[in-house]
């Protein structure tokens, strides 16, 4: 009698030790890998409950990581806006200018931060009485097509990255320096890929309309980002649209700066929860609050720390994407000629031009985006 193979019979409902839906699956929340440690302690899982792929998740974060940069983006362009004016060698010298009447008046420290950013403030109002309010949205069409691929591929990317690199290179274990290689590599990957479209966010932004304070004697050099993209081929060539390039990859260091902040800090709200739960107490209002807005926090803590230390570049990278001179030359033609002109012309306070706008923009926006990213991931159930 020819023996059949032997199959194993998977439990069901009426089982007495069958455990079904209460097996705890821990999910990575970056790649949708199943962490192994999750289901070894119950052997007999049911098939419908084996996650597939390690990309089987990978849309939920795509989507959210786009909807997250895009809110941000939405909700902070006009300082956006701000800080890229502020950030060029044209405003520069308009401060220059009408700082020259405060020459001789002593300013204690908080006198000048005041004085910072009531000045802030007025070049704001001044964009908008000039201007319109539409201008204090410009650049946000590009800035918005950039936005969604740019979070997209940079979360995507770090995340796969990061589990590929500390599979193969650490034993499966994550650490710092698997956090930086992946941050690193997220970053390239994205500058890469998004450099033109932050090329014509930047140039529409400066490309201030003039009619008002010449009397109408000038007129804006492009009429939109389809007109700024064919004028660029035309005169700069394809190169053009890569300028800022060198600036863009040494603002690498930030973003990976600020994910490996960020890994440390949810490594340590994690542990908060750990004990949290090991206690056996009931959560407070304020265990609630530090679950939902903790990693919100915590991007705007990490971007704080990276922007500050890195900020000089985010200048470098305006500059060399200024539209050229009037002769058809540009001004600056790479990332050391940049920061020694701008050293020698404006001194150090030129290389951190628009700082101000640059932090209350930057850092709510990067607590806007994480912050949306993890509530659009608890929505569509994916875990953490």
Request: glycine share 10%.
């Amino acid at each position: 009698m020819e023996s059949l193979p032997a199959t194993r019979r998977v439990p069901g409902p009426s089982d007495q030790h069958y455990k079904g839906d209460h097996i705890p699956l821990v999910v990575s929340r970056e790649t949708g890998d199943i962490v192994p440690e999750s289901h070894q302690a119950d052997p007999l899982v049911r098939p419908d409950k084996i996650e597939a792929t390690p990309f089987a998740k990978s849309w939920a974060h795509f989507v959210a990581g786009g909807i997250g940069g895009m809110t941000a983006a939405a909700l902070t362009a006009p300082l956006d806006v701000l800080k890229t004016r502020l950030q060029s060698d044209f405003y520069q010298a308009q401060l220059r200018a009408s700082r020259q009447s405060h020459v001789g008046v002593p300013l204690n420290p908080i006198r000048a931060a005041w004085y910072h950013f009531s000045e802030t403030g007025q070049i704001l109002s001044a964009v908008y009485r000039q201007e319109g309010p539409r201008a204090l949205f410009k650049g946000l069409g590009p800035n918005l097509v950039g936005v969604v691929p740019a979070r997209s591929i940079n979360f995507f990317t770090y995340g796969n990255g990061k589990r590929l690199i500390a599979k193969y290179f650490n034993n499966g274990q994550e650490g710092t320096w698997v956090h930086l290689s992946a941050g690193v590599l997220a970053g390239i990957v994205t500058s890469t890929a998004t450099n033109p479209i932050w090329m014509v966010k930047t140039r529409l932004q400066l490309d201030k309309n003039v009619a008002a304070e010449s009397g109408g004697v000038t007129r804006r050099q492009y009429q939109n980002s389809y007109d700024c993209i064919r004028q660029i081929l035309r005169n700069e060539g394809l190169r053009g649209l890569y300028k800022g390039m060198s600036a863009s990859y040494l603002g690498v260091a930030e973003s990976t700066l600020q994910w490996v902040l960020y890994e440390r800090m949810k490594t340590a709200l994690a542990l908060r929860e750990e004990k949290i739960v090991q206690s056996g107490r009931q959560k407070t209002w304020w265990d609630h609050a530090v679950n939902w807005t903790g990693n919100a926090g915590a991007a705007g803590g990490a971007k704080l720390v990276a922007a500050i230390l890195t900020y000089p570049h985010e200048v470098a990278r305006t500059r060399l994407r200024q539209a050229p001179m009037d002769g058809g030359k540009p001004k600056y033609t790479g990332l050391i000629q940049c920061f020694k002109l701008v050293f020698k012309e404006e001194g150090m306070a030129g290389l951190y031009g628009g700082m101000t706008p640059h932090m209350l923009r930057t850092v709510p926006s990067a607590a806007i985006m994480f912050g949306m990213y993890e509530a659009i991931l608890r929505l569509l159930g994916t875990p953490s």
